[in-house]
Each structure stands twice: as structure tokens, then as C-alpha cells.
Nanobody
Framework: QVQLVDSGGGLVQAGGSLRLSCAAS????????MGWFRQAPGKEREFVAV????????YYGDSVKGRFTISKDNAKNTVYLQMNSLKPEDTAVYYC????????????????WGQGTQVTVSS
């Protein structure tokens, strides 16, 4: 089992920045792929970004490319999502996720989830 605790959400004005954190514990050996998804009210959970356990490969959803950066601190077993140039449409609950296997943008392929952290961007 992998336990994930995500944090760092809040209220920010459009154009501002936030950094989310996801601390992983438990069965982190085996190199799980780590990612972020988000879900706005009435919408399906959306792929945001993913990083391989080694940190050597990252992938992004089209709506966040060039604005968000995913990174990893292996010593702390923590994944970060730096969000810049935030827009009101980025408002959602952001979830950290993990899976064993190759990366995928499909939320239903991920087995482990954080509790979610709310990000609200005001116009």
C-alpha cells in the first residue's frame, strides 16, 4: 500500500502561483509512477501531470503545458506541482495519485489517491 497526503491548495488571483505537495509513504519501493489530477464540479477527473519515480520523465495535460511543472524529491518521497499563470478555469480539487506501471493519463488506472486539496483561482 502507498499512502499519499497532498497539500498546498488555496485561494489565489488569476496570474498567481501555487505549489502543491504530495508526500508518499508505505510501499514506495517498486518505483510507483506519481501524478496529479484535478476535478472541477460536474466534470470528470482530468489528467494534469505525471512523473516517473526516477524523475527522468514528465508528461502534462494540454491545458497546463508551459504553466505547470511537476518535480520530485526522492529523499523526501515527495512530489510537487508548481502552478504558475493560474487561470480561473484551473479551479478544482487537485488529487495526487500513484500507480505501479507505465504512466497513463487515465485516472482509473491509478490505484492510490491523496485526499485532495482545493485550488480556487479568482478572476
Amino acid at each position: 500500500q502507498v499512502q499519499l497526503v497532498d497539500s498546498g491548495g488555496g485561494l489565489v488571483q488569476a496570474g498567481g502561483s501555487l505549489r502543491l505537495s504530495c508526500a508518499a509513504s508505505g510501499r514506495t519501493f517498486g518505483s510507483p509512477t506519481m501524478g496529479w489530477f484535478r476535478q472541477a464540479p460536474g466534470k470528470e477527473r482530468e489528467f494534469v501531470a505525471v512523473i516517473t519515480w526516477s524523475g527522468s520523465n514528465t508528461y502534462y495535460g494540454d491545458s497546463v503545458k508551459g504553466r505547470f511543472t511537476i518535480s520530485k524529491d526522492n529523499a523526501k518521497n515527495t512530489v510537487y506541482l508548481q502552478m504558475n499563470s493560474l487561470k480561473p478555469e484551473d479551479t478544482a480539487v487537485y488529487y495526487c495519485a500513484a500507480r505501479y506501471g507505465a504512466w497513463t493519463p487515465r485516472f482509473y488506472d491509478y490505484n492510490y489517491w491523496g485526499q485532495g486539496t482545493q485550488v480556487t483561482v479568482s478572476s
